[in-house]
């Protein structure tokens, strides 16, 4: 059986909701098909200890603030899960849970949106996946004979899983400081972080917030032809929050060049030197969730004008990073392309 509708949106995290807040204010039919069980997005998948990095007022989708959390300057994963469980159900956004879309094709005038819970053809598609089902793990020597545990960020959850073990973290990025940071504070577990490059911590007093605007004033001066900004920083370094201040102030990040091999016991070392190991935590990163967009061959980083996909402009892709959006990976970036799609795809379809 096949439902039409004019938008179909692809995932129900905080892009997708977001996506379906300015689609309700252009009065259009839509429909959201989320593969996640419950509302949350990736949130409800975050390790124990996360913490966003802007407080709740500067970490909100568009039309509601997100509400403070009692004792805490920055909400913690599990304050963003109620935030969009409650955003969902406030605006009466019509998700389809537990819906996994395996393709989009085109069909004549329509796309076709192939769910495992039935087909929809729709005049417009928002891809809206993310990346955090498509963990990227780097091709080390020796990952294949290691015999320890290896494990991605999505798969951390409490440094209470690791007790009296020697763990590398690898990654130099937020989400390898943070884990680092985590497993260090708690005394009983010996963390080696190896990184790339030297890791750039951003100074102390600067947050999501700085970095929003940032990232909002370096896309606008592309879009005006002006170059890159700079600014005070790039997305890619380090937010100082409170755990990994504390652990980079009392020492406990043991710091490493990334390591050439692994080996069945462990790391070796650029030097020759060995280091036994009885996990590694790949905090490396992740690439677009994109498999659906095959069948209309659009496949890797997606050419983009905006959020619509220059091969297929009844399609926008949706909160991927700066490609489709400053900073739309965010909360509070994800707003603005997300309503620049939906009035796109207005004026498309009338």
């Not at 032809?225 to 380090?238: E, H, P």
Request: glycine share 12%; proline share 7%.
């Amino acid at each position: 059986m096949t439902q039409h509708t004019d938008v179909v949106v692809v995932g129900g995290g905080q892009a997708g909701l977001a996506a379906g807040y300015h689609l309700r204010r252009q009065h259009l039919d839509f429909v959201i098909l989320d593969a996640e069980a419950a509302p949350g997005g990736a949130w409800q998948h975050m390790w124990d200890s996360l913490h966003l990095f802007s407080p709740a007022a500067h970490s909100s989708l568009p039309g509601r603030l997100m509400p403070t959390q009692p004792g805490e300057t920055y909400p913690d994963a599990g304050h963003v899960v109620d935030y969009l469980a409650d955003y969902e159900k406030r605006y009466g956004l019509p998700v389809q849970h537990g819906t996994r879309v395996g393709a989009v094709r085109r069909d004549g005038e329509k796309l076709l949106v192939e769910a495992d819970s039935g087909t929809w053809r729709a005049r417009a598609v928002i891809s809206a996946t993310g990346t955090w089902s498509r963990p990227f793990l780097p091709a080390v020597p020796g990952r294949g004979v290691f015999a320890g545990r290896q494990l991605h960020t999505v798969n951390y959850r409490s440094p209470a899983d690791f007790a009296g073990q020697r763990v590398v973290v690898v990654g130099g990025g937020n989400s390898g400081a943070q884990i680092a940071a985590d497993l260090a504070l708690v005394g009983d577990v010996t963390v080696t972080w190896a990184t790339r490059r030297p890791p750039r911590f951003l100074p102390d007093d600067i947050d999501g917030r700085v970095l929003f605007d940032v990232a909002t004033a370096r896309r606008r001066a592309l879009d005006e032809g002006r170059g890159d900004t700079g600014g005070v920083a790039s997305l890619g370094d380090i937010v100082a929050v409170p755990p990994v201040r504390a652990a980079r102030d009392a020492g406990l990040l043991d710091l490493k060049p990334m390591f050439p091999r692994l080996t069945a016991t462990g790391i070796r070392w650029a030097d020759g030197s060995r280091s036994d190991a009885d996990a590694v935590i790949w905090c490396t990163g992740f690439r677009p969730a994109l498999a659906h967009l095959a069948p209309l061959n659009l496949r890797g980083h997606v050419a983009t004008a905006g959020t619509r996909a220059v091969g297929e402009p009844r399609l926008h892709l949706l909160g991927y990073g700066d490609w489709t959006g400053p900073a739309s990976a965010t909360l509070i970036g994800v707003g603005r392309p997300a309503r620049d799609a939906a009035r796109q795809i207005r004026d498309l379809l009338i």
